[in-house]
């Protein structure tokens, strides 16, 4: 069991940067692939960036690479979206999620969603 809570959600004008954190809590997050994934109103969820259990293979959606970095902490049990040159379309609820099996860009690949955190861009 995997229990994943975000923070570092909040307003930001375009342009700006923000920075979201993902803590897990279970023995077994070392070996769980991590995701961010993105939900804007009216909209299905989003694949925004992921990271293998080493740390070592990131992959991002075409629309962040580039602005967008995923990192994770094995030893604090975190996973962080660094998140620069902001646009009003990044606006949504940003969730974090945990896989026990690859890391991939799809919503059914992953076993646990965190309740998510809110992002706004204004312009």
């Known amino acids: 069991q995997v229990q994943l809570v975000e923070s570092g959600g909040g307003l930001v004008q375009a342009g700006g940067s923000l920075r979201l954190s993902c803590a897990a809590s279970?023995?077994?997050?070392?070996?769980?692939?991590m995701g961010w994934f993105r939900q804007a109103p009216g909209k299905e969820r989003e694949f925004v960036a992921a990271?293998?259990?080493?740390?070592?293979?990131?992959y991002y959606a075409n629309s962040v690479k580039g602005r967008f970095t995923i990192s994770r902490d094995n030893a604090k049990r975190t996973v962080s979206l660094q998140m620069n040159s902001l646009k009003p379309e990044d606006t949504a609820v940003y969730y974090c999620?945990?896989?026990?099996?690859?890391?991939?860009?799809?919503?059914?690949?992953?076993?646990?969603w965190g309740q998510g955190t809110q992002v706004t861009v204004s312009s």
């Open positions: 279970g023995r077994t997050f070392t070996s769980y692939g």
């Open positions: 999620a945990a896989a026990r099996d690859g890391s991939g860009a799809y919503a059914r690949e992953y076993d646990y």
């Open positions: 990271i293998n259990w080493r740390g070592v293979s990131r």
